[in-house]
């Protein structure tokens, strides 16, 4: 089993006035040529967009794009026609492929937006784009693996689709709890995102926005030290 340890604190930040952003991965003007990538998760912002401001229109092609949000309501709209709003409890995906345009803005008057980001690199390029959000319960995730999106050709339960064969997976765990975690593909890798809590895992312990990529096993065991939420990519390494 190999492990690699990102910290809260060793991630890269950006701070543009509007939108306050912590990088995982290198990302625009943060660059680090030992933090590229984690298999085929190629990126994971943790985005802080302030009252009536957001990113304006521009073009994604060739990456699979997921947005959850933690705190406010996002509104999107691109140039596929889908103009709604994403929300907490939610997950949104967009399969670029051959190419689109979107635009996100945070339309509140009072409250900040919190989300994350995560780009995945495809299987296939040049997909036709797709577009799909859908809501989540909390109940479905207490204590247990919530799968949110899976590859286009596997999916299950609720799960959205995505041209790769990679998983994103939510679980809120109360203190105490353990819960194992096996990869569905031989030779994926996982990447566990600490959102709130500590956890113990691969004998770290690891705290808000902390994460740790462990790749080499199929079985992965987590143990919550209290009330804890987690976002787990399972991804191919190659």
Same mark, same amino acid.
């Given at each position: 089993?190999?492990?690699?340890?990102?910290?809260?604190?060793?991630?890269?930040?950006?701070?543009?006035?509007?939108?306050?952003?912590?990088?995982?991965?290198?990302?625009?003007?943060?660059?680090?040529?030992?933090?590229?990538?984690?298999?085929?998760?190629?990126?994971?912002?943790?985005?802080?967009?302030?009252?009536?401001?957001?990113?304006?229109?521009?073009?994604?092609?060739?990456?699979?794009?997921?947005?959850?949000?933690?705190?406010?309501?996002?509104?999107?709209?691109?140039?596929? =026609?889908?103009?709604?709003?994403?929300?907490?409890?939610?997950?949104?995906?967009?399969?670029?492929?051959?190419?689109?345009?979107?635009?996100?803005?945070?339309?509140?008057?009072?409250?900040?937006?919190?989300?994350?980001?995560?780009?995945?690199?495809?299987?296939?390029?040049?997909?036709?784009?797709?577009?799909?959000?859908?809501?989540?319960?909390?109940?479905?995730?207490?204590?247990?693996?919530?799968?949110?999106?899976?590859?286009?050709?596997?999916?299950?339960?609720?799960?959205?689709?995505?041209?790769?064969?990679?998983?994103?997976?939510?679980?809120?765990?109360?203190?105490?709890?353990?819960?194992?975690?096996?990869?569905?593909?031989?030779?994926? =890798?996982?990447?566990?995102?600490?959102?709130? =809590?500590?956890?113990?895992?691969? +004998?770290?312990?690891? =705290?808000?926005?902390?994460?740790?990529?462990?790749?080499?096993?199929?079985?992965?065991?987590?143990?919550?030290?209290?009330?804890? +939420?987690?976002?787990?990519?399972?991804?191919?390494?190659?």
């Amino acid at each position: 089993m190999k492990t690699i340890i990102h910290k809260a604190d060793s991630r890269g930040y950006a701070n543009h006035g509007w939108l306050k952003s912590h990088h995982t991965f290198s990302f625009a003007s943060y660059q680090n040529p030992e933090r590229n990538n984690f298999g085929m998760l190629r990126v994971l912002n943790d985005d802080l967009v302030q009252p009536k401001m957001g990113f304006g229109t521009h073009p994604h092609k060739n990456m699979e794009i997921i947005s959850i949000p933690l705190k406010g309501a996002l509104s999107h709209k691109d140039s596929m =026609g889908n103009k709604r709003a994403i929300e907490v409890g939610e997950v949104q995906v967009m399969s670029a492929g051959t190419g689109l345009t979107h635009s996100e803005f945070n339309d509140s008057k009072t409250d900040e937006v919190n989300f994350l980001q995560l780009w995945i690199i495809p299987e296939e390029m040049s997909v036709e784009p797709n577009y799909e959000q859908r809501q989540f319960s909390k109940d479905g995730r207490q204590n247990q693996l919530q799968t949110v999106v899976a590859p286009k050709d596997k999916l299950e339960g609720e799960a959205l689709p995505i041209s790769q064969q990679a998983y994103i997976y939510r679980t809120s765990l109360d203190d105490g709890s353990l819960i194992d975690l096996k990869t569905k593909t031989e030779g994926n =890798g996982v990447y566990i995102f600490v959102v709130d =809590g500590t956890i113990d895992v691969a +004998d770290k312990t690891l =705290g808000k926005r902390d994460a740790i990529g462990i790749s080499g096993t199929s079985d992965v065991a987590i143990r919550s030290n209290k009330q804890s +939420d987690l976002i787990i990519i399972e991804v191919p390494m190659n």
